[in-house]
């Protein structure tokens, strides 16, 4: 495994993106955990949506990046309830780690653009805007097999750092083929993959009278409560099936 220098005295940023739709507890641990393991200094988290001609990006920590059109994944749920989702997650993060306070800011911004910023040219940029920081992509285990076939996939696995997180029993020369060139491991406790939990929910609600189970149907420990209870008061996903 090639080792980065994590003891750089620049600042380490962690870029983790994604839908959130809903954020998972998986996504909020690979953001904690890089961070309580001093693997980077803060996390910039964010999601892609789609608003008419608008998109918009949210960002925990304060800084914001430009995104296009998300063409390669369907998001479901309007942006207001996924931005208000993200900051539940965001502040539960703070109560239970109060030495990230001052860390997890969430803010918004609409950029217009009709086309898909993918990883690779991301990264570049935030290279280029912050020559002062380093930078990290964050994900899970689960996408590894798939990087190079990631927009321009090559330059990705062979410029990009990043730091891949799975959990302490993961057998992980199953993967050896598939590693980019700069990484770094790190362990978190929950199970990364959420697969079809949208459909879980749907289906769950119908099999219930139309109504919602007090656990959504879910496996134990995906999402919070607190994001559990907000879909419910909303009324999300089941209305668009």
Not at 11 to 26: H, M, N, V
Not at 54 to 83: A, M, N, S, Y
Not at 147 to 156: F, K, V
Not at 198 to 222: H, P
């Amino acid at each position: 495994m090639f080792k980065f220098n994590l003891q750089s005295e620049r600042k380490r940023i962690g870029i983790l993106g994604g839908t959130f739709d809903p954020p998972t507890i998986s996504h909020i641990d690979i953001a904690k955990e890089s961070l309580l393991q001093q693997v980077v200094d803060e996390v910039w988290v964010g999601f892609i949506y789609q608003n008419q001609t608008e998109d918009q990006l949210i960002f925990i920590f304060i800084q914001i990046v430009p995104c296009g059109l998300r063409t390669d994944k369907q998001t479901q749920t309007e942006p207001k309830h996924r931005l208000e989702m993200v900051k539940i997650a965001a502040q539960e993060l703070i109560e239970q780690n109060k030495s990230l306070e001052g860390k997890l800011i969430t803010n918004d911004i609409e950029v217009k653009n009709n086309r898909t910023i993918p990883t690779y040219p991301l990264m570049k940029r935030f290279e280029k805007e912050y020559p002062e920081f380093d930078f990290y992509f964050l994900m899970g285990y689960d996408l590894i097999k798939g990087l190079l076939s990631w927009d321009e996939g090559q330059s990705l696995v062979e410029e990009i750092k990043f730091i891949i997180a799975g959990q302490p029993n993961l057998e992980w020369k199953q993967f050896d083929d598939y590693f980019p060139k700069n990484y770094k491991l790190i362990k978190i406790y929950q199970n990364v993959r959420s697969t079809n939990y949208r459909k879980t929910i749907v289906d769950s609600y119908k099999q219930n009278n139309n109504t919602f189970a007090a656990d959504l149907g879910l496996e134990a420990g995906l999402l919070s409560q607190n994001i559990i209870n907000y879909i419910i008061q909303n009324n999300l996903y089941v209305q668009q099936n």
